[in-house]
């Protein structure tokens, strides 16, 4: 009998280039040493324009796999091992109140021009096309902040409240000129709870999502490393906090971190503010040179559902189970919001 491991060996040598596998960086080292390409969200979506696979099972979160499946040539499967697998963060902003709120900020005739961050729902890309928007991942946001400003008068930010705030921090953006929708947008009626009046002077709005995992670094634990160990560096993900944020040396998308580790001397000390995963990874790659911990510990339970088993059934069912699909009255215009970040950022 074959264990998962063994299966999913011999499917990948007897589907050679028929099969490709990408993992985000945030897999555990088990699914990642069966993955082909690992990257971060925007250079994964990149990869998938160029793929001759004719199947692709993607490890990571559900709307990954939704990019891909807009992105992917209509000859192309996308596979995820569990669909379940989904982004709370993304989960956090709903196609129809993302329309309804950009019906209302555009009521007195202002352009307000809407950037999703690539952790949404492939509806909420549509809504995003169709109203001229574009999507960014934490590598080229302020790239792509900068575009939205630039194509109208003001611009609607979703559904990461914290990367859109540290990213108009970069940008210069003054706190009088942003507005952060209420909390009840995401679950409530934005006829009741977005004030087109309050936003009316603001160049940027603000979706109130944010990472729950992400929101767990707090200024606390800054301090008291800053306090035991002033030699120490500390570098995070955009979804943190701006106070988080502006506390720590460095920060930027999953591929920064990794390249911050790999740049760092010999002999220095890294707290790393992202998923447990990726800095577990790179703590045992650099053991015994530098000295690489978690901020704190702080799991994507989501992203932990993709396992070797599940992969192994995965590859086993490729042509019996349903791939990710994407409507095409949803497919056109996110593609349409997906490409043009892929020609701003080419
Ligand atoms: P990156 O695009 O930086 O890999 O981040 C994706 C993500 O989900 C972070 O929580
Ligand atoms: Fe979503 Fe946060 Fe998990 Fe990234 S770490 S997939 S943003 S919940």
Redesign the pocket.
């Given at each position: 009998m074959e264990n998962p491991a063994q299966r999913i060996e011999r499917i990948k040598s007897e589907m050679g280039d028929r099969l490709s596998i990408l993992g985000?960086?945030?897999q555990t080292d088990d699914v990642i040493h069966f993955t082909d390409i690992q990257?971060?969200?925007?250079?994964?979506a990149r990869k998938i324009t160029n793929l001759d696979a004719e199947h692709i099972v993607f490890c990571g979160?559900f709307f990954?796999a939704e990019s891909a499946a807009i992105l992917c040539r209509d000859d192309q499967k996308i596979h995820i091992p569990d669909v379940t697998a989904s982004?709370p963060?993304a989960d956090m902003a709903e196609a129809g109140r993302v329309r309804k709120t950009l019906e209302i900020l555009q009521k007195d005739g202002r352009k307000i021009v809407p950037l999703t961050y690539?952790?949404s729902s492939a509806a909420v890309k549509a809504v995003v096309g169709e109203y001229d928007g574009s999507v960014c991942?934490?590598?080229n946001a302020r790239t792509m902040l900068d575009w939205a400003l630039n194509q109208g008068d003001a611009v609607l930010f979703l559904p990461d409240m914290h990367l859109g705030c540290n990213t108009a921090n970069l940008l210069g953006i003054p706190e009088d000129k942003r507005l952060v929708l209420p909390k009840d947008v995401i679950d409530g009626d934005p006829a009741l709870h977005v004030d087109p009046a309050a936003a009316d002077d603001k160049r940027l709005i603000l979706w109130p999502g944010y990472?729950p995992?992400?929101e767990e670094f707090t200024l606390d634990s800054t301090r008291a490393i800053r306090e035991t160990e002033p030699e120490a560096k500390i570098v995070v993900?955009?979804?943190c906090s701006p106070s988080v944020v502006e506390a720590s040396d460095g920060n930027?998308?999953?591929?920064?971190?990794i390249k911050y580790a790999e740049e760092a001397d010999d002999g220095t000390t890294i707290y790393i503010g992202?998923?447990e995963n990726l800095v577990n990874r790179l703590a045992a790659r650099y053991e015994g040179r530098k000295v690489i911990r978690p901020l704190l510990s702080s799991q994507?339970e989501d992203?932990g559902k993709i396992t070797v088993e599940k992969l192994a059934d995965t590859l086993e069912n490729l042509n019996y189970s349903n791939p990710v699909t994407v409507s095409n009255a949803i497919r056109e215009p996110a593609r349409r919001a997906l490409e043009r970040m892929l020609a701003v950022c080419s």
């Open positions: 985000h960086h945030y990257g971060d969200s925007l250079e994964l979160v990954m982004c963060m690539v952790n991942t934490s590598a990472c995992i992400h993900h955009p979804e930027g998308s999953t591929t920064f971190l992202t998923e994507c992203m």
